[in-house]
């Protein structure tokens, strides 16, 4: 039996992650390699230096290979940013009076009226995904296929991203010498890895608190309500670390990430961090409980926000399962104990889930969204067997080109 793999790239404001899995013969996905660097040349998950990002990419899937012992040839790419907007479209149709029985025709008709919205010519649409669907007036139908009726009607939900930002990366993929398999928001992807299929029915908010953004995903009725991507992350925390305690940005990301807490009063007043493990010519002293201050108050506004993007959703209230908190910074300690005062709601963290082969050194929040590509790419798309593998011409060559409009047009209509 050929060996069948997929590929997921997270390219992050402060890490690009390539994750290579196997899916062997029992159907298990197992992850047979792993390569992260350092990101460069992003900034709140939007490219800003192309030639930065790919060596950042390029570097990630470097390691990723010579841990695997594969060429990757293509991938399923993670996409965020504040440019990304969503929005909730219906289309209606006529069930054919031949048989009078819904077949995929039928959906895909109503999915291109659903998906007919106006859009501006800098802004193009990502994914179109159907929320449930009406038949004859009865809601609540999650396939309607092989059912009778005189009219059926679709509800999607829309995200669309700024042009410029969505062919910005997907260059920066291409001249890395790999194709898009399809691009996927990254808190759908981080959804797949975390998210219970229990917690989507009931009411669920994903919140992915990466280093530039915050992205946010309702859930309702075991469907995807709302999609937003907030500007602000764990570089902001770090920021107000180093203008409070006057420190070097990279310092700043140390103490957060060694001695960063969310509670000050988890902290004992006279623990005092001794900055020279550092800056070998400093022997200043810094109260932890005052870097638990600082982190606090950024992390409340940070969920304010989201408390906002929740109300205007209309499903303030209406998420039983709560709030499920993934991305790097759902590492730092007491946050849940925040987001539950700050929110009212029952709040966890997001651990990818279902893992195999390398999963202890990944069975990590800040790994979500890269474990949730493979995912989707598992439900969604179709695995390679590794000998299908053909190295990509020159950046922008026609093959990789209409590969990804062909699975852009899939996505358009499943």
Aim: net charge negative; hydrophobic share 40%; aromatic share 4%.
């Amino acid at each position: 039996m050929q060996e069948r793999v997929i590929v997921g790239i997270d390219v992050g404001t402060t890490k690009v992650c390539v994750l290579v899995g196997e899916l062997d013969r029992d159907g298990k996905l197992s992850i047979v390699g792993v390569g992260t660097c350092p990101s460069q040349g992003l900034r709140r998950g939007v490219v800003v230096n192309i030639d930065e990002t790919v060596s950042s990419i390029t570097a990630a899937l470097d390691r990723a290979e010579r841990l695997s012992g594969k060429k990757i040839a293509s991938a399923y790419v993670g996409i965020a940013g504040s440019h990304i907007e969503s929005e909730n479209s219906k289309g209606f149709v006529a069930i054919s009076p031949k048989h009078r029985e819904i077949v995929p025709n039928d959906i895909n008709r109503a999915i291109e009226i659903a998906q007919a919205i106006s859009l501006p010519a800098n802004r193009e649409v990502i994914h179109v995904i159907p929320r449930g669907y009406v038949v004859d007036g009865q809601e609540g139908i999650k396939n309607p296929i092989g059912m009778s009726g005189f009219r059926l009607e679709v509800e999607t939900h829309i995200i669309t991203g700024a042009s410029s930002s969505i062919h910005n990366l997907m260059k920066c993929v291409d001249r890395a010498h790999v194709e898009i398999e399809d691009l996927v928001l990254e808190p759908l992807a981080s959804s797949e890895a975390v998210l219970a299929e229990g917690e989507t029915d009931l009411g669920v908010a994903l919140v992915d608190v990466g280093g530039g953004t915050t992205d946010i995903a309702i859930f309702a009725d075991g469907a995807i309500w709302q999609t937003v991507v907030l500007g602000i992350g764990g570089n902001h925390i770090t920021n107000d670390i180093a203008i409070g305690l006057r420190l070097p940005p990279a310092v700043a990301e140390e103490l957060k990430v060694t001695y960063g807490h969310c509670d000050p009063e988890a902290i004992k007043p006279d623990d005092m961090i001794d900055l020279s493990q550092f800056m070998p010519d400093c022997n200043d002293l810094v109260p932890r409980r005052l870097l638990a201050e600082i982190i606090q108050a950024r992390v409340e506004e940070m969920f304010s926000m989201v408390h906002e993007e929740i109300k205007k959703s209309g499903y303030d209230g209406l998420l039983p399962a709560g709030i499920v908190i993934t991305g790097g910074c759902a590492e730092l300690p007491g946050i849940v104990e925040v987001a539950n005062r700050t929110l009212d709601l029952p709040a966890r963290i997001g651990m990818p889930l279902g893992l195999h082969g390398l999963a202890d050194s990944i069975n990590r929040p800040a790994y979500a969204t890269a474990v949730g590509l493979l995912m989707w790419g598992l439900r969604n798309g179709s695995l390679v067997e590794e000998e299908e593998y053909d190295p990509p011409g020159a950046p922008g060559d026609f093959k990789s080109r209409f590969g990804l409009l062909g699975r852009l047009v899939r996505a358009f209509f499943p």
